[in-house]
């Protein structure tokens, strides 16, 4: 990766080797993002990332290369979004995706309410909630895709997504470089149980990084 590139450029040209065209719309939005980010994130710590290259590829890069495994997807809930990774960069670029993003740290809560209202995002709600399988179950079947970010193991990530998924719903848990088996195996029991189809293993790349991702996708039945 060459030091002179400017973030937007690495979001534009990663965006291009990813096989999606950034509409300039699109791109001054996670310009203004990017810069949002960068601001808070030295008041309240968002990201431990600390320089622009590494935000732009390990965030918001890393954020499209899931946009083809969202299909068609009409609402994604994003679970312990944070910053809004994935869930925020996959809805700047799918404008019609209804997208909620549950998120328990009432500053990282804050950020994404001021966030939404800046770029003026529609469809977007901000549950500054603790998710918990009972609340899961009282909001019911409504999402057709489910995303988080690392932010919990898969197991207890299953007790979460899976009332929340619809009918021939998506489970996307991305796991970063490594997928302990154990966890996993965890998973395929979790899975079972819950109803859900067996965990699958995916690879994918994120431009200027050498090493593949792992992606877990689960699916409910139709």
Avoid: C
């Avoid at 679970?79 to 670029?93: D, M, N, Q, W």
């Avoid at 993003?101 to 309410?113: H, T």
């Avoid at 021939?168 to 302990?180: H, R, T």
């Avoid at 790349?205 to 996708?217: A, M, S």
């Amino acid at each position: 990766m060459k030091e002179e590139y400017t973030p937007l450029d690495l979001l534009e040209q990663g965006a291009a080797a990813l096989g999606l065209t950034l509409a300039r719309p699109e791109l001054e939005q996670l310009g203004r993002y990017f810069e949002e980010l960068k601001r808070w994130n030295a008041r309240i710590n968002l990201t431990g990332l600390k320089t622009d290259q590494d935000m732009a590829v390990r965030l918001f890069l890393d954020s499209l290369a899931l946009l083809p495994f969202l299909g068609q997807a009409a609402s994604l809930a994003d679970l312990g979004a944070g910053a809004g990774f994935p869930g925020l960069v996959l809805k700047i670029v799918r404008p019609a995706l209804a997208l909620t993003l549950v998120e328990s740290r009432g500053k990282k809560a804050a950020f994404l309410e001021y966030l939404v209202s800046l770029l003026k995002l529609p469809q977007v709600q901000v549950a500054h909630v603790t998710l918990t399988p009972a609340l899961a179950a009282r909001w019911g079947p409504r999402f057709a895709a489910v995303v988080s970010r690392a932010a919990f193991r898969l197991p207890a990530l299953l007790e979460l997504a899976a009332p929340l998924l619809e009918p021939g719903g998506l489970l996307l848990a991305p796991k970063g470089p490594s997928l302990n088996e154990q966890e996993l195996e965890q998973a395929r029991g979790q899975a079972a149980r819950l109803g859900l189809n067996p965990p699958q293993v995916q690879r994918y790349h994120v431009p200027y990084l050498t090493e593949p991702r792992l992606l877990v996708t689960i699916g409910r039945p139709g």
